[in-house]
């Protein structure tokens, strides 16, 4: 199967290789900047840079990230939503050679505090209404710098006001802190950076955060190589152009975001609308005004646009591709979406992708041009893809259920600091190449078509987020009314899934609302909002395997038939 590549003949006009510059992604984004200078880079709320202004402003943030002490092989957190100072540090950090780890802003002071541990970064960049957050994070080894952006810096006269008019005063005054630098001052007193950039194609380049062995958030480092090729795979596959614009509305912190949503734009010179909030409000907005040609999100995103009333009469011709990732799209949402966007004049379809952070992000999809009922589709250019029988490296017959294994060059290096959980992931088999096990079972083909079955892997997806239930957990054990508890997933309209708690209480007889709400209060302070359960269920004990095991997949189990039997009545 993974010789011939049947999935060839589908491609169409895509080239079934491509040729990946031997360079990291600063020099990237420096040949677009010197091939389109004076194109549109970036677009934040009606503030534009060409490319050429962009590579200034990377190689002023290069210089200022120098001059406070960043340098090769450190490591730089970055605690951004999808914003200019963000995305410049991003690559600013690479021209050095030193390592980004991208993080979610809304983290809270004991996840940021994970995060510094885990990568011992001694400088971060955060927006300024979250650094009350990120300064009350404990990490071993202190914060010696914290570079503080504020959204205004990037917006007109006019938008600065009706922003500090409706969440500008809310931000708290920045206290007294010796280890504060203002974005601002910091680059308008850089000049540009003139030492060679550091690093090696082969080099490390990020470290996006994603789930491990253990349940927890481990850091995934991907290189420049990894970046490029995907990058330059999703843009050939969507068509993506100089002069086409892609709407970033997925965070840089999220592979999705910064491999497809950013990196591939400035990699095929074309345009990143960036979107530093998710609201369909805002979405449509942007849709109107800007007229992306691409659109990738998850099925939330597309389930939300389906509902705003101001897109029902809108000109949606411009989208030339739409792809939905992160989570399995529903059949329904689909549906709406292409009729929307056919009563806006259009005749896109949306296709479903798949892919994982270990690998960027999407690295398989459907043509657009051979659309399969269920299917998630075919492998980008120079990605393989095959399903082995499970705890196996035998390759599965075709059509037969397994493990889906990946290759190519957008596969990791491996997790941050973890030699044995990157050796469980990633397996030399015979023949020869490096495969990423995905710990999600699915079937293929004869024609080389992919159909997700089911994550191996005990994970939640919510609104298109990672959610690690060993890590829900082990807050929720910290309660002092919780003696035992099981973190589920469960269907959800809205989410795909949501959040479910079932708990044993020490003492039963507090079990009610009062006590509900107090373990969620909980959650909340301790817990990124997408990882909080929305629903919490008391139970007086909790399923096990024969092996002992708490039996997850039994609680799933009790509760959709307890749901079925409510909707029959």
Known sequence: MTTDRP??????????????????????LAATARRVPRSVAWDFLGTRATYGEFLDSVDRCAAALSAEGLGAGERFLISMPTTPQGVI??????????????????????????????????????????????????????????????????LSA?????????????????????????????????????????????????????????????????????????????????GLGEGDAILAILPIFHGFGLGVCVNAAFMAGGKSILVPQFSAEIVSKVLRRDRPNVLVGVPTLFEALTRDPSLASADLSCLTACFCGADTLPRPVKEKFEAMVARGGGSVKLLEGYGLTEAVTGIMATPLA???????????????????????????????????????????????????????????????????????????????????????????????????????????REHPAVAEVCVIGVPDPAQVERVKACVVLRDPSRAGAPMQEAIVAHCRERLIKWSCPREVEFVTGLPLTRVGKVDYRELARRHSARESQQAKG
């Open 7 to 28: 999935w060839l003949r589908f491609y169409g006009s895509v080239p079934a290789t491509i040729d990946y510059p031997r360079v990291t992604l600063y020099e990237a």
């Open 89 to 154: 540090a991003f690559y600013a950090a690479n021209r050095l050679g030193a390592l980004p780890a991208l993080i979610h802003p809304l983290s809270t002071a004991p996840e940021i505090t994970h995060f510094l541990d885990a990568t011992g970064a001694r400088m971060a960049l955060v927006l300024d209404a979250f650094f009350g957050t990120l300064a009350a994070a404990t990490p071993k080894r202190p914060l010696e710098k914290i570079l503080v952006a504020s959204i205004p810096e990037y």
């Open 158 to 238: 006019l938008k600065r006001l009706g922003f500090w008019a409706t969440k500008g005063r809310k931000i708290p005054a920045l206290p007294a802190d010796a280890r504060i630098r203002r974005w601002a001052a910091l680059l308008a007193a850089a000049t540009p950076a003139t030492a060679a950039p550091a690093g090696k194609t082969d080099d490390a380049a990020a470290v996006l955060f994603s789930g491990g062995t253990t349940g927890l958030p481990k850091g995934i480092v991907l290189s420049n190589r990894n970046f490029i090729a995907e990058g330059m795979q999703a843009a050939s596959w969507c």
């Open 370 to 476: 051979e659309y399969r009922e269920g299917s998630i589709g075919i492998p980008f250019p120079d990605m393989l893809a095959k399903i082995v029988q499970p705890g196996t490296t035998a390759e599965a017959p075709v059509g037969e259920e397994g493990e889906i294994c990946i290759a190519g060059p957008a596969v990791m290096i491996g997790y941050l600091d973890d030699p044995e959980a990157t050796a469980q992931t990633l397996k030399v088999h015979a023949d020869g190449r490096t495969w990423l096990h995905t710990g999600d079972l699915g079937k293929m083909d004869a024609d080389g078509f992919t159909y997700f079955s089911v994550r191996l892997k005990r994970m939640i997806k919510s609104s298109g987020f990672n959610v690690y239930p060993a890590q829900v957990e082990a807050v929720i």
